[in-house]
């Protein structure tokens, strides 16, 4: 089976500007959740995705919002970046029938915003 | 409310001894606990689990965790370090009822030839 893709795997942007990220889950998998990754803040969880409804949703400000598509595939975007948003962001896929259930996270994606 | 300490932020060992990574828990809920591991420049991967089966979990690349419920700990256990263990390890927590993954701060392992 092939493995969590994230696209793009790395961009740059300006601030003010938007971003969208996607992420393809492993077949199967209902379950798409994405975290933000920084040195100063660790791994942070932004929202949780199950059947196209967003089930979990972390303390982040309304500029990062997503969306889950029918195939599962699932996309976070960010409106007006700032300098602090540039980080690593993670998606993973898991079946989604139970909350314990193993996580496969992508390779990311890294976003510099300058 | 759920949460989980990574009690050192860099651990260093020499090839061939032992390595333990410590993790402690706070959690109202029975926890399902998680390691992971994160190598430069690659994705998380899963390193083993609890669901409150065996107490004694075995993992892949020789890795072990007990979960003591007593200690509220989860320690990751290895008994002989390689190089190729050099990696940053991540202690989580399952949030009670629901599918979020609280991340430990994280411990960078550094093994010494």
């Known amino acids: 089976k092939a493995g969590v893709t994230q696209t793009p795997r790395y961009l740059i942007k300006t601030r003010g500007q938007q971003v969208t990220l996607s992420c393809s889950p492993i077949s199967g998998h209902r379950s798409v959740s994405w975290y933000q990754q920084t040195p100063g803040q660790g791994l942070q969880f932004l929202f949780e995705?199950?059947?196209?409804?967003?089930?979990n949703k972390g303390n982040f400000p309304g500029r990062f919002s997503g969306r889950q598509f029918s195939n599962s595939r699932s996309e976070m975007n960010v409106s007006t970046l700032e300098l602090g948003d540039s980080a690593l962001y993670l998606c993973?896929?898991?079946?989604?029938?139970?909350?314990?259930?193993?996580?496969?996270f992508g390779p990311g994606t890294r976003l510099t915003v300058l | 409310a759920q949460s989980v300490t990574q009690l050192d932020s860099h651990v260093s060992v020499s090839e061939g001894t032992p390595v333990l990574l410590r993790c402690n828990y706070s959690?109202?809920?029975?926890?399902?606990l998680f390691w992971y591991v994160q190598h430069p420049n690659k994705g998380l991967q899963l390193l083993l689990k609890?669901?409150?089966?065996?107490?004694l979990v075995k993992g892949i690349n020789g890795f072990e965790a007990e979960f003591k419920k007593s200690e509220t700990s989860f320690h990751l256990t290895k008994p002989s370090a390689h190089m190729s263990d050099a990696a940053e390890y991540f202690c989580?927590?399952?949030?009670?009822?629901?599918?979020?993954?609280?991340f430990g701060t994280g411990t960078r392992l550094k093994v010494l030839a």
């Open positions: 609890y669901t409150s089966a065996a107490t």
């Open positions: 995705y199950f059947s196209e409804t967003q089930r």
């Open positions: 959690s109202s809920y029975s926890p399902s």
């Open positions: 989580v927590v399952i949030l009670g009822g629901t599918y979020k993954y609280i």
């Open positions: 993973a896929s898991s079946p989604g029938g139970e909350s314990y259930n193993e996580q496969f």
